[in-house]
């Protein structure tokens, strides 16, 4: 029936009496011409020659010659209830790339056999639920066959989530950066569900419409970079399985040149935010603030930690690190006097992973600028003396946020 073209994906619906196969098709006979169709067939037992004939076809739809041809066609699904006279396909046409987002077709089947586009755009993937097909956007839209018609319900992002989720809300500020309207960080526990809650009207269109854009990272580097990698396409609801420090980074890009290394931290854990006191706020910028503390036993470390990533000379130094937490060792008392982090769980007096230079300086009222390390770490390096201790700061770019640090006496 259809000459050069390969079958994907095939389901039998029934409008009322009648039952048609529906099929997905591809075909790539000729190079860089890659399509994908669907075909709505029938077959008559009483044909005297060819029982099989076509009753419908969709237009052609190009995908990626990169993927195989079984591929062409992503997820896949049907939509077809009792006694109804329609019935309802929703499918992605596949591409390679970073870019999670798909060109999506639902495709109404009417009682003869004729098919029409009840909705089209771009999503990231497709779910089927019990009695609707739901097609991630940045919202949802939720398509569902009411009094044998194709209903079509939109949801915008802000309004995604379960109620029982905790609501983190933002806005924009008269530079256009994305902050939050309550704390910067938050404390849950494990499994909690968070959604992001626009506190305005303005922010909630930008939101629902996708000009801002979310990231999330779990801080390793201290920032989360504005890459496909850490962007999250669709939905508005996250949980955490893991315990740790992650970020959210929601980004104005179209108004807003200069990006912060995130915007809400997220510290999973018991979800008990730890006391704040006035005598807290003034140690934080007058002591080392750590996992573990100068002079601790580094069989103290090997208990909490397990076993370490790396354990061996640096820098003329001990250094024992578990992920991106490191700790110098004292050779002779092996215990710790000095740090190496990656992570933001460390104070400085009163500096922290994630500061900018400008940051910094500020808060040690020093003038430091940054030096290119082109030898060992391919890395810009802020270096600070202070309170009788060597500090340095690493960052990726010269101005640009720091992603780690090593500390040891001078």
């Not at 398509?143 to 939109?154: P, Q």
């Not at 569900?193 to 922010?203: G, K, N, S, V, W």
């Not at 002079?295 to 790396?310: I, K, N, Q, V, W």
């Not at 300086?361 to 003396?385: A, K, R």
């Amino acid at each position: 029936m259809f000459p050069d073209w390969q079958m994907i994906e095939q389901d039998i619906v029934q409008i009322n009496d009648t039952y048609y196969t529906v099929i997905a098709i591809a075909q790539n006979a000729v190079e860089f011409e890659e399509k994908v169709k669907i075909a709505i067939i029938d077959y008559d037992s009483k044909g005297e020659e060819n029982k099989w004939s076509t009753v419908w076809e969709s237009e052609e739809y190009y995908a990626d010659p990169i993927i195989d041809m079984e591929s062409y066609i992503g997820e896949y699904y049907v939509l077809n209830p009792d006694d109804t006279s329609v019935a309802l396909v929703v499918f992605n046409v596949m591409h390679s790339g970073t870019l999670r987002m798909y060109e999506t077709y639902a495709i109404q089947i009417d009682e003869s056999g004729q098919g029409e586009v009840a909705w089209a755009g771009s999503a990231s993937y497709i779910e089927k639920k019990e009695d609707y097909i739901e097609i991630m956007v940045h919202g949802s839209v939720q398509l569902s066959i009411e009094d044998n018609e194709v209903k079509t319900t939109e949801i915008p992002r802000s309004e995604l989530g379960s109620q029982d989720a905790l609501q983190v809300e933002f806005t924009l500020n008269q530079d256009g950066v994305v902050i939050p309207t309550g704390d910067e960080e938050i404390y849950v526990k494990k499994d909690q569900p968070i959604t992001l809650i626009p506190a305005d009207e303005t922010t909630k269109s930008l939101f629902d419409e996708g000009d801002i854009s979310v990231y999330l990272g779990n801080m390793e580097n201290g920032s989360i970079p504005t890459a496909n990698a850490y962007l999250v396409y669709v939905g508005n609801e996250f949980t955490f399985t893991e315990e740790g420090t992650y970020g959210f980074l929601l980004d104005y890009y179209t108004e807003n040149s200069s990006t912060p290394p995130y915007t809400i931290l997220v510290h999973v854990g018991d979800g008990v935010k730890p006391e704040e006191s006035e005598e807290e706020d003034v140690a934080s910028s007058t002591e080392i603030i750590a996992p573990f503390a100068m002079g601790t036993p580094l069989d103290e470390l090997f208990e909490h930690y397990g076993e370490p990533t790396y354990n061996d000379y640096y820098n003329g130094g001990w250094l024992v690190v578990f992920n991106k937490e490191g700790y110098f060792i004292d050779e002779l008392e092996e215990t710790v006097r000095g740090y190496f982090f990656s992570v933001p769980t460390i104070s400085v007096f009163g500096a922290t992973i994630g500061m900018t230079g400008e940051e910094i300086n500020s808060i040690y009222g020093d003038s430091v600028e940054p030096y290119f390390d082109d030898i060992s770490t391919g890395q810009y390096v802020l270096t600070f003396y202070k309170n009788g201790y060597k500090i340095f700061f690493y960052s990726e770019e010269e101005n640009g946020p720091t992603s780690s640090m090593w500390l040891v006496e001078e």
